[in-house]
């Protein structure tokens, strides 16, 4: 049976999980601060927890974004003729789509900060979606080649902007 896994870029999770440990010491080491620091001059104090609080804001917020992207970016993908396994490696669980299960698989991009990147989205029957962002995989301009290769698509052209993503080609399962 042929097969094909991409070979995923473990270094971003890793690097997600020690910034995650940033900002959860800045948001300790902020709330110590407050908590500690001797309160004088209001204009002062004023000035020193609007910044305290802007710190604890932010690296909350970007905390918040690195579990996230942990939790739905860690994906093992395995392409096969029969399906496509999917192993969400922080949560320990495991998908099975036959190619009966998948509605389409979009090629988009996605908006990070200032900078574009390549995805890839399998949409399912059932309604859920896999985004596989290009960042998280070494050999991901080979994604849709093996995806043609396997039987699951054939390009068919420009699409309507579904969920925020810009379209580029859709692949069609007929």
């Known amino acids: 049976m042929k097969k094909y896994t991409l070979k995923l870029n473990l270094l971003?999770?890793?690097?997600?999980i020690a910034f995650?440990?940033?900002s959860i010491g800045m948001i300790i080491l902020m709330?110590?601060?407050?908590?500690?620091k001797e309160w004088g001059n209001f204009s002062e104090d004023a000035v020193f927890v609007f910044y305290?609080?802007?710190?604890?804001?932010a690296f909350s917020l970007?905390?918040?974004q690195m579990v996230k992207g942990v939790l739905t970016e860690?994906?093992?993908i395995k392409i096969t003729e029969e399906h496509i396994e999917i192993r969400n490696l922080t949560k320990f669980r495991k998908h099975i789509l036959t190619k009966?299960?998948?509605s389409s698989i979009f090629r988009s991009n996605k908006q990070f900060g200032r900078g574009t990147w390549k995805t890839v989205v399998i949409y399912t029957r059932e309604g859920k979606s896999y985004e596989l962002v290009q960042f998280n995989y070494f050999d991901f301009k080979k994604i849709i080649e093996a995806f043609i290769h396997f039987g699951y698509r054939k390009p068919i052209g420009k699409t309507l902007e579904p969920n925020g993503l810009e379209i580029q080609d859709e692949f069609n399962l007929e």
């Open 31 to 36: 709330i110590f601060l407050i908590r500690d």
């Open 62 to 64: 970007g905390g918040y």
């Open 52 to 57: 305290t609080i802007f710190v604890i804001w």
């Open 100 to 102: 009966s299960d998948i």
């Open 12 to 16: 971003i999770p890793i690097l997600r």
């Open 20 to 22: 995650l440990g940033v």
């Open 74 to 76: 860690t994906l093992w």
